[in-house]
Each structure stands twice: as C-alpha cells, then as structure tokens.
C-alpha cells in the first residue's frame, strides 16, 4: 500500500485540474471487491475517471461513494460510481459476510466488537440478536462459540442476506433467522445473552429485551451517547427503565465502538440483568 497512493495520484495528475489533486482520497474501506470511497464535492465532476482508477490499481469489480447511514434500517444507499456490482462477499475472522454494500452498512469500526463477539457465549448458551443485520455479530458467536442463537432482522433486503450468510458460514443447525420487527418477536424469558446492536433509539427496546430475557441474563446494549451526559449515561436509562419491568442491571464492562458525530460516541454496555 505504500506505493499505492503515490501510483494513483501519478495517474490522475494528467486527468485532473492540478488543484483537485491534493483533494484525492487518501482512505478506503474495502470490502471484498468493492471499495468504498469517501470524495469531496470538488472532485465529483470526475468522479468516473477516479473511480476507475482506483478500481484498477486496486483490483476490485466496484467502486462506491461514501454516503451518510440512516433510517430505520441503517442503509447506506451508496452511489455505484464504477462497475455495477456492489454485492460482495467480504471475509474477515474466519466468516464470510455476503450483502449489498450499496445499501447495507458494514462498518469497519466494528470489528472489534465482532471479534469480540465470537469469544463472549459459550456453547450451552440462548442468544437472540435483536438487530441482527446480515449477522454482523451473531454469526461469529455461532460459528466461534458454538451457542444457539436466533435472528430477527426487520428489512426483507437485509434479511435475504442474513440467511444466505448462515447457509455460507454452514451454521443452519444452530442458527434461526425471522424477518420481523423484533417487537412481534414471541419469545419470552428464554435468552441467556441478547445482543442490541442498534444506535440512537435502543433504549426503546429495553422492556422487550427484558422480556425475552432470562431471569437473570446478559445484555450488549449499544447506542449513541451525548459526551456530555457520559459516563452516567446511557447505563443510568438502562437501569431506571430494568428496575420498572423487576429486573435489577449490574454494568460489567462499557467500551467506546466509535465516534458517532461531532460529540456523540457509540458505545456498548455489558449488563448483566436478573430478576428482583
Ligand atoms: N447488529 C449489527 C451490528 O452491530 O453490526 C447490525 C447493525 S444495523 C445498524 C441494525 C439492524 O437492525 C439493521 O439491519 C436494521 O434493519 C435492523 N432493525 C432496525 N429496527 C429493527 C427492529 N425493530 N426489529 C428488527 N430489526 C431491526
């Protein structure tokens, strides 16, 4: 990678004005054969010529531009500025995650908490992923841990790769996937563990975490927190809103996943809840 950037912006000097090239892109995110590439405004009237640069010199089948995640279902809803396949199939820590990078957020900044993930349960264990995405951090823990874990993933789209990728990773036996808002979801006090990988509002998902939660049971409860109400919050709402559905909470461990926005972390709380 070293002579990677140099080589690109070798190439582009005799395409672009000489002023654009300073503003060439100097970071990617590449998954699988797509790249992922964040360009300024200014350089968008050559967004072809660049792409297919750095297609080449890269060796991937498409090329991206980065673009802000949101809605409900976290899309990323990404322009295809070379090629015109973003479905690909990305590896890391032993699993092979398939999806549309188009369109389905895959954040970089997470691994960790992948990794992490397929070391956390152990074998006899209930997990429910509550927002399992294409099984971001519910694949490793079947794979890696070997518990039995169930999926609920509310978009049909994302959901199509969710159950492709536990037929990919071979973990069908262990492994159940429901397109469905995870509020319609029927379990009730069965999980040893339940994964909340969801940011801004999953403090509105608490009393059904706690409903399908054992009597005593361990949550990752992510979401984005104001620097200014930290480190109280956000355990402080998780608690208050435990103790009203009986549940006494026990923080264990927070950690800092990402910074969110200008002043605003993503952040992940282990709590381990038991009845009162
Ligand atoms: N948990 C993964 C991670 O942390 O990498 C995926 C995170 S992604 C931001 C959240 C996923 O939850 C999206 O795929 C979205 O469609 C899904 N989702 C949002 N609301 C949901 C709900 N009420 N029930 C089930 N899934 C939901």
């Known amino acids: 990678t070293q002579l990677i950037k140099p080589r690109i912006r070798e190439i582009l000097s005799n395409i672009l004005p000489p002023e654009l090239v300073d503003l060439l892109p100097k970071h990617w995110v590449q998954l699988g054969d797509v790249l992922i590439l964040p360009l300024r405004e200014e350089l968008l009237p050559y967004k072809e010529e660049i792409a297919k640069v750095y297609a080449e010199i890269l060796g991937v089948k498409t090329v991206l531009r980065k673009g802000k995640i949101g809605g409900e279902f976290r899309e990323t809803n990404y322009e295809i500025i070379y090629g015109n396949d973003p479905i690909t199939i990305h590896k890391e820590n032993g699993i092979l995650y398939k999806f549309d990078a188009s369109k389905v957020m895959f954040s970089p900044a997470n691994v960790k908490e992948r990794v992490r993930m397929a070391r956390v349960a152990k074998p006899n264990e209930l997990v429910v992923d509550m927002f399992a995405g294409i099984g971001h951090l519910s694949i490793p823990i079947a794979k890696h841990c070997g518990a039995r874990v169930i999926a609920i993933e509310k978009s049909p789209y994302t959901f199509k790769f969710l159950v492709e990728n536990i037929e990919l990773n ?27 990988g969801y940011v801004v509002k999953t403090h509105e998902f608490i009393p059904k975490a706690l ?46 996943i990402k910074r969110y926005a200008p002043g605003v972390w993503h952040i992940v709380l282990d709590v381990r809840v038991f009845k009162k």
């Open 170 to 196: 071979k973990v069908q036996e262990r492994m159940t996937a429901y397109n469905i808002d995870n509020r319609e979801f029927k379990g009730e006090n069965m999980a040893n563990r339940i994964l909340m």
């Open 211 to 256: 409903e399908i939660a054992k009597d005593e049971a361990i949550i990752h409860y992510h979401n984005t927190v104001p620097e200014k109400l930290m480190p109280e919050e956000p355990f402080k709402t998780f608690q208050e809103t435990a103790r009203e559905y009986n549940y006494e909470a026990e923080l264990l461990e927070s950690r800092i």
